[in-house]
């Protein structure tokens, strides 16, 4: 028995889907490597980014921990992958948005701003 979902409920800790986790080890395989096409160890990709060593190993070993629930990307901050992919010369806001732009919204997605609001019942009081 996996004891992982259960703790992950304990903490509060959210489950990735399996597109999340499909992603996630995406980005752990490209930021290897981007690392190995420039040469560089972990040591020093790790003090290039800003983080620690054992930080950056987590973010490459995110492909491992994805599968374990609640610990997305190895428990790795978003900002510290974008920064690694910035470093490797990744443009990452040009990135992100064509990936806004070419992406049509979800069917049933909520509309951010104009939802229009449910009409409430009418409350009588019994006295």
Do not use: C, W
């Not at 510290?80 to 806001?93: C, I, N, Q, T």
Request: charged share 20%; glycine share 10%.
């Amino acid at each position: 028995m996996n004891i992982t979902p259960y703790l992950a409920y304990y903490f509060g800790m959210p489950a990735l889907s399996i597109k999340a986790e499909t992603a996630v080890i995406a980005l752990a395989e490209t930021l290897r490597a981007l690392r190995l096409q420039h040469g560089e160890s972990q040591a020093l990709a790790a003090q290039r980014i800003g983080v620690g060593l054992r930080t950056y190993q987590r973010m490459e070993s995110s492909a491992q921990a994805a599968g374990q629930v609640g610990i997305p990307a190895g428990g790795v901050a978003i900002g510290d992958f974008l920064m690694a992919l910035e470093v490797y010369g990744v443009d990452v806001v040009a990135a992100l948005t064509q990936l806004h732009q070419s992406s049509p919204a979800p069917v049933g997605a909520r509309r951010e701003r104009g939802r229009t609001p449910r009409p409430r019942a009418d409350r009588t009081e019994p006295f």
